[in-house]
C-alpha cells in the first residue's frame, strides 16, 4: 500500500505506515549483511556497529556512536537489511532477535509509528501524546480490512474481533496486557 491508498487514513497516513520515498531509500542504502551487527552497550541496550575483525571467539565492532569494542562472539547479532527498517510485522524480520525488536520498535516510535504488529499480537508503545490516529476518517479505513491491506492499529484488532464475534459466537477470546 503506497502513499496514494494511504490517503484514505487522511493526517493519520505518516504515523501508520512508512512513505514511498522512506521505503526506496531503505532498499537502496548500502549494507553489508556480513559486518553490520547489534552489540550490547551499558547506556543503550544495543547498538548497531561494523564488525572489523573476528578472532579467537572476539569480535572488535566499530559503534555507531564511534567507539570501537571487543565483544564475545555470541554477543554479536547480525542485523536485518534495511528494508526490513520499521518493519510493521516483526516476524518479517529475517533475524529476530532482542537487539533487532528493540531497534524496530525504537525507530517506529522515533517516527510516532505507535503501532507494530509482533505475529498475532499487537504491540503498542505510549507515546505520551495525543496523535491524529484515533479519528472517524481511520475507523473507517480500518473497517472490513484485511490485516495485510492495512498497517498495524488497535482499530484493525478491534474492527477484526467484533467481525469475528458476529460470525462465530463460540470461540472468542481477547488478551490485553
Given amino acids: 500500500m503506497g502513499d496514494a491508498a494511504m490517503a484514505e487514513f487522511g493526517a493519520a497516513a505518516p504515523y501508520l505506515?512508512?512513505?514511498?520515498?522512506?521505503?526506496?531509500?531503505a532498499q537502496t542504502r548500502s549494507f553489508d549483511i556480513r559486518t553490520e551487527c547489534f552489540v550490547p552497550d551499558p547506556q543503550e541496550e544495543y547498538v548497531r556497529g561494523k564488525v572489523q575483525s573476528r578472532e579467537g571467539g572476539k569480535a572488535i565492532v566499530?559503534?555507531?556512536n564511534g567507539k570501537t569494542v571487543t565483544v564475545k562472539e555470541e554477543d554479536v547479532?547480525?542485523?536485518n537489511p534495511p528494508k526490513f527498517d520499521k518493519i510493521e510485522d516483526m516476524a518479517m524480520l529475517t533475524f529476530l532477535h532482542e537487539p533487532?525488536?528493540?531497534y524496530n520498535l525504537k525507530e517506529r516510535y522515533a517516527a510516532w509509528m505507535i503501532y507494530t504488529y509482533s505475529g498475532l499480537f499487537?504491540?503498542?508503545v505510549?507515546?505520551?501524546?495525543?496523535?491524529?490516529?484515533y479519528n472517524a476518517e481511520v475507523v473507517a479505513a480500518y473497517r472490513g480490512k484485511k490485516r495485510t491491506e492495512a498497517p498495524p492499529h488497535i482499530f484493525f484488532i478491534s474492527d477484526n474481533a467484533y467481525q469475528s464475534m458476529l460470525t462465530d459466537r463460540e470461540n472468542q477470546s481477547v488478551l490485553i496486557t
Fill in 126 to 133: 505510549n507515546p505520551y501524546k495525543w496523535l491524529p490516529v
Fill in 17 to 25: 505506515r512508512k512513505s514511498d520515498r522512506e521505503r526506496l531509500e
Fill in 62 to 64: 566499530q559503534t555507531e
Fill in 100 to 102: 533487532a525488536v528493540l
Fill in 122 to 124: 499487537c504491540v503498542t
Fill in 77 to 79: 547479532h547480525q542485523q
